[in-house]
């Protein structure tokens, strides 16, 4: 049996670079990019008075995901991956939750400048769309369901692969 | 694990994926869809408010036509409208409700307010005489794709009154003629405009009073001013006693109409 050599910074940096790049891509592609926008004053702005002012803002959750993403991402070939998945799936159901306010957004429109209302009228606009929160939550369970499948195909994996037991010296 | 678990796996993780896209998609085309249809499309307009006048009840008339260019049907579509006070105080609501408005097509509702203008002006004595305005609330409240709902309260909306009786004033008193030693006329001119939305039709009552508080006489006269008309004449007043007449005093001014009922419009000194 061959003897395992032992691994240089050289080998470190070929495991370590292309997960971080990789975790680096998809952390951008999972919400990094919209974190862009959401930092302008102007655009930021706007999309924060959209929510309401619950106790998670929408650049909180954004950033809550894309945490979690670069975390699974740097995790691959891991079981850790699929317990971030299962965290990260929670906790975004129950970020959704609050960032809409569970699902019924009002936004109040008052006469004040550069709004064309006349004086004392205010315009509020609710929209209830609780029943498509729902649903996105029905679809979260079953993604915990199938990362705790995935968990357990990826152990009984493990728990096939040939154990190389070290000779007595 | 065997292989088919791992398919079923990676199937039910597409299936997931794939149905929530769906669902995300629907919902971005359904609210972009009914803001399309409610700010761009002006798909939600109120129409000219009609108004009628039958035993002292105002009914407003209110058109609400919906244009549903969306690609989604609109249901339960429920209008409420609540007339009040300056002050707040709420005079009249009332609503309406559409069942179904399928896409690409048109649907109107009439909403009617009812106003009981005898006890409102009795209430409110100052509207007949001076302009004001009202406030109206408007609760727009559907549902879109049978799956979100939406509400739209507009309030405060200002609606304005116009005063049947407005600037009402006795401009002038004419000097005695007939005169007789059992009483002689006296002419009494008014004027006022009619800013209201009905024809102010009725009778105008003048009772003639020395400084004395004396009764001298009285004098009536027919009026039919239609709506935005201003009018001037004068009541013909029979003192019938020409001894009790000081040339000082005053005179009480009714009106009784068959929309406004009897009112006491106040008292006038002369002299």
Same mark, same amino acid.
């Given at each position: 049996?061959?003897?395992?050599?032992?691994?240089?910074?050289?080998?470190?940096?070929?495991?370590?670079?292309?997960? @971080?790049?990789?975790?680096?891509?998809?952390?951008?592609?999972?919400?990094?990019?919209?974190?862009?926008?959401?930092?302008?004053?102007?655009?930021?702005?706007?999309?924060?008075? /959209?929510?309401?002012?619950?106790?998670?803002?929408?650049?909180?959750?954004?950033?809550?995901?894309?945490?979690?993403? @670069?975390?699974?991402?740097?995790?691959?070939?891991?079981?850790?991956?699929?317990?971030?998945?299962?965290?990260?799936?929670?906790?975004?159901?129950?970020?959704?939750?609050?960032?809409?306010?569970?699902? @019924?957004?009002?936004?109040?429109?008052?006469?004040?400048?550069?709004?064309?209302?006349?004086?004392?009228?205010?315009?509020?606009?609710?929209?209830?769309?609780?029943?498509?929160?729902?649903?996105? /939550?029905?679809?979260?369970? /079953?993604?915990?369901?199938?990362?705790?499948?995935?968990?357990?195909?990826?152990?009984?994996?493990?728990?096939?692969?040939?154990?190389?037991?070290?000779?007595?010296? | 694990?065997?292989?088919?678990?791992?398919?079923?796996?990676?199937?039910?993780?597409?299936?997931?994926?794939?149905?929530?896209?769906?669902?995300?998609?629907?919902?971005?085309?359904?609210?972009?869809?009914?803001?399309?249809?409610?700010?761009?499309?002006?798909?939600?307009?109120?129409?000219?408010?009609?108004?009628?006048?039958?035993?002292?009840?105002?009914?407003?008339?209110?058109?609400?036509?919906?244009?549903?260019?969306?690609?989604?049907?609109?249901?339960?579509?429920?209008?409420?409208?609540?007339?009040?006070?300056? %002050?707040?105080?709420?005079?009249?609501?009332? !609503?309406?409700?559409?069942?179904?408005?399928?896409?690409?097509?048109? #649907?109107?509702?009439?909403?009617?307010?009812?106003? %009981?203008?005898?006890?409102?002006?009795?209430?409110?004595?100052?509207?007949?005489?001076?302009?004001?305005?009202?406030?109206?609330?408007?609760?727009?409240?559907?549902?879109?794709?049978? #799956?979100?709902?939406?509400?739209?309260?507009?309030?405060?909306?200002?609606?304005?009154?116009? #005063?049947?009786?407005?600037?009402?004033?006795?401009?002038?008193?004419? #000097?005695?003629?007939?005169?007789?030693?059992?009483?002689?006329?006296? %002419?009494?001119?008014?004027?006022?405009?009619?800013?209201?939305?009905?024809?102010?039709?009725?009778?105008?009552?003048?009772?003639?009073?020395?400084?004395?508080?004396?009764?001298?006489?009285?004098?009536?006269?027919?009026?039919?001013?239609?709506?935005?008309?201003?009018?001037?004449?004068?009541?013909?007043?029979?003192?019938?006693?020409?001894?009790?007449?000081? !040339?000082?005093?005053?005179?009480?001014?009714?009106?009784?109409?068959?929309?406004?009922?009897?009112?006491?419009?106040?008292?006038?000194?002369?002299?």
């Amino acid at each position: 049996m061959a003897e395992e050599k032992e691994r240089t910074l050289r080998d470190w940096a070929s495991i370590i670079l292309p997960r @971080v790049l990789r975790a680096t891509f998809w952390g951008f592609i999972m919400g990094g990019e919209l974190l862009i926008p959401l930092q302008l004053p102007s655009f930021g702005g706007q999309i924060e008075s /959209l929510f309401p002012q619950s106790q998670m803002s929408f650049t909180n959750v954004v950033l809550i995901f894309v945490v979690f993403e @670069v975390a699974i991402q740097l995790l691959q070939g891991t079981v850790i991956r699929y317990a971030f998945s299962i965290a990260r799936t929670i906790v975004s159901m129950v970020a959704l939750f609050l960032a809409t306010n569970g699902g @019924v957004i009002s936004i109040t429109i008052s006469s004040s400048a550069g709004v064309p209302l006349p004086p004392e009228q205010t315009i509020i606009f609710t929209v209830d769309f609780s029943a498509v929160l729902g649903i996105f /939550l029905i679809f979260s369970l /079953l993604t915990i369901v199938k990362n705790l499948l995935q968990a357990i195909d990826f152990l009984s994996q493990k728990a096939e692969e040939p154990v190389t037991i070290p000779e007595f010296p | 694990m065997n292989h088919e678990v791992k398919q079923s796996i990676r199937a039910l993780g597409w299936a997931i994926t794939l149905s929530m896209l769906l669902t995300f998609a629907f919902l971005v085309t359904s609210i972009y869809s009914m803001v399309q249809t409610i700010l761009e499309g002006r798909g939600i307009s109120i129409g000219e408010v009609q108004s009628d006048v039958s035993n002292g009840l105002l009914t407003l008339s209110i058109p609400l036509t919906v244009n549903n260019t969306g690609y989604y049907d609109i249901s339960n579509f429920n209008v409420t409208l609540v007339l009040k006070k300056p %002050d707040g105080t709420v005079i009249s609501s009332g !609503g309406t409700m559409l069942p179904v408005i399928k896409y690409g097509s048109t #649907a109107t509702s009439w909403s009617n307010l009812t106003v %009981d203008l005898r006890e409102l002006l009795s209430e409110m004595e100052y509207l007949l005489f001076n302009d004001s305005e009202f406030k109206l609330d408007m609760l727009f409240s559907f549902r879109y794709a049978y #799956a979100l709902s939406f509400q739209v309260d507009a309030v405060n909306t200002t609606i304005p009154w116009g #005063a049947p009786l407005y600037n009402f004033s006795l401009t002038g008193i004419g #000097a005695p003629y007939n005169i007789t030693l059992t009483g002689f006329l006296i %002419d009494v001119y008014f004027g006022f405009e009619n800013h209201s939305p009905f024809t102010v039709e009725g009778t105008l009552s003048l009772k003639f009073y020395n400084n004395a508080d004396e009764y001298l006489g009285s004098g009536t006269e027919t009026i039919n001013v239609p709506p935005g008309y201003g009018f001037t004449g004068s009541v013909t007043i029979e003192i019938e006693n020409p001894s009790k007449y000081t !040339g000082s005093g005053y005179i009480e001014v009714s009106f009784e109409s068959p929309v406004l009922g009897f009112l006491e419009l106040g008292v006038v000194e002369y002299g």
